[in-house]
T-cell receptor, first 113, second 112 residues
Framework: SQQGEEDPQALSIQEGENATMNCSYK?????LQWYRQNSGRGLVHLIL?????REKHSGRLRVTLDTSKKSSSLLITASRAADTASYFC?????????????FGKGMKLTVNP | KAGVTQTPRYLIKTRGQQVTLSCSPI?????VSWYQQTPGQGLQFLFE???????NKGNFPGRFSGRQFSNSRSEMNVSTLELGDSALYLC???????????FGSGTRLTVV
């Protein structure tokens, strides 16, 4: 079953603009991760934020986490055509005893040159 | 270092047949997980192995099974294939430090 829900489901922007993706989830978590997937290939890990963290940065990426609202957002600044991909949030539930990822449905980002 | 290697990349099978997919994790990684990706259901967790033991299993029928070897390589098997098993099967490995998973490029299985 899927826990995360990305919003919007599709986003089209111009190169240089910022892209913001939101993710909501249902149960308490150990951490939340964002992944990128190009054209049905493997997933690439972008960033991980732990449940006791509120914000994290990595290069042009900024992720926030609000555990009280069970939501996260991923901001990609100064987007490039190469950022065109599907983006997924994935949570590691705090119950379960393993590190299984529960994925959202994904969001398709198109960056137009 | 080498990434996660999945073989084969593409596979076409007939309904009723069985299939075995292979995954070689990053050297030193002991946790291997499998996921199924379909347009309708999205990414769904199949199972996770750690040091040859299955730690968790998703909601899939018993036709889906897996195992992990002492060198951390993993295989998953699907018996009595159905058309609905057509999907991209992704393997991911993780090390001791919690830094996210590294995924392979996947095996695209088509059942005809």
């Amino acid at each position: 079953s899927q826990q995360g829900e990305e919003d919007p489901q599709a986003l089209s922007i111009q190169e240089g603009e910022n892209a913001t993706m939101n993710c909501s989830y249902k149960t308490s978590i150990n951490n939340l991760q964002w992944y990128r997937q190009n054209s049905g290939r493997g997933l690439v890990h972008l960033i991980l934020i732990r449940s006791n963290e509120r914000e994290k940065h990595s290069g042009r990426l900024r992720v926030t986490l609000d555990t009280s609202k069970k939501s996260s957002s991923l901001l990609i600044t100064a987007s490039r055509a190469a950022d065109t991909a599907s983006y997924f949030c994935a949570t590691v539930p705090s119950q379960g005893g393993s590190e299984k990822l529960v994925f959202g449905k994904g969001m398709k980002l198109t960056v137009n040159p | 270092k080498a990434g996660v290697t999945q073989t084969p990349r593409y596979l076409i099978k007939t309904r009723g047949q069985q299939v075995t997919l292979s995954c070689s994790p990053i050297s030193g990684h002991r946790s291997v997980s499998w996921y199924q990706q379909t347009p309708g259901q999205g990414l769904q967790f199949l199972f996770e192995y750690f040091s040859e033991t299955q730690r968790n299993k998703g909601n899939f029928p018993g036709r889906f099974s897996g195992r992990q070897f002492s060198n951390s390589r993993s295989e998953m098997n699907v018996s009595t294939l159905e058309l609905g098993d057509s999907a991209l099967y992704l393997c991911a490995s993780s090390g001791i430090q919690l830094g996210g998973y590294t995924f392979g490029s996947g095996t695209r299985l088509t059942v005809v």
